[in-house]
Nanobody, 127 residues
Framework: QVQLMESGGGSVQAGGSLKLSCAVS????????LGWFRQFPGKEREGVAS????????YYVDSVKGRFTISQDDAKNTVYLQMNSLKPEDTAMYYC????????????????????WGQGTQVTVSS
């Protein structure tokens, strides 16, 4: 089992920044990707950014490219999402996830029930 605990959400004005953290614990042998998803009210959860293990290139969805950065600190077993130039349309519940996938892009398309999930942290961006 893998346990994930997010922190760092909050409220910010448009153009501001937030940094989300996700502490990873437990047995991660069955996973090879960490990432962030978000869920808008009434919508399905969608992928935002992912980082495969082994130092491979992170993947970002187009809507956050150039604004969000995903990183991982192996010593702290923590994955981060630095969010800059935030927009009101970034307002959502953000979830950390761990799973097994071929690459970051296809992982977003896989059955989400195969992933481990955190409890989520709310990000609200006001205009």
């Amino acid at each position: 089992q893998v346990q994930l605990m997010e922190s760092g959400g909050g409220s910010v004005q448009a153009g501001g920044s937030l940094k989300l953290s996700c502490a990873v614990s437990g047995n991660t042998d069955s996973t090879n990707i960490l990432g962030w998803f978000r869920q808008f009210p009434g919508k399905e959860r969608e992928g935002v950014a992912s980082i495969p293990s082994g130092g491979r290139t992170p993947y970002y969805v187009d809507s956050v490219k150039g604004r969000f950065t995903i990183s991982q600190d192996d010593a702290k077993n923590t994955v981060y999402l630095q969010m800059n130039s935030l927009k009101p349309e970034d307002t959502a519940m953000y979830y950390c996830a761990a799973g097994l996938g071929l690459n970051g892009r296809t992982w977003f398309e896989q059955d989400p029930t195969t992933n481990y999930w955190g409890q989520g942290t709310q990000v609200t961006v006001s205009s």
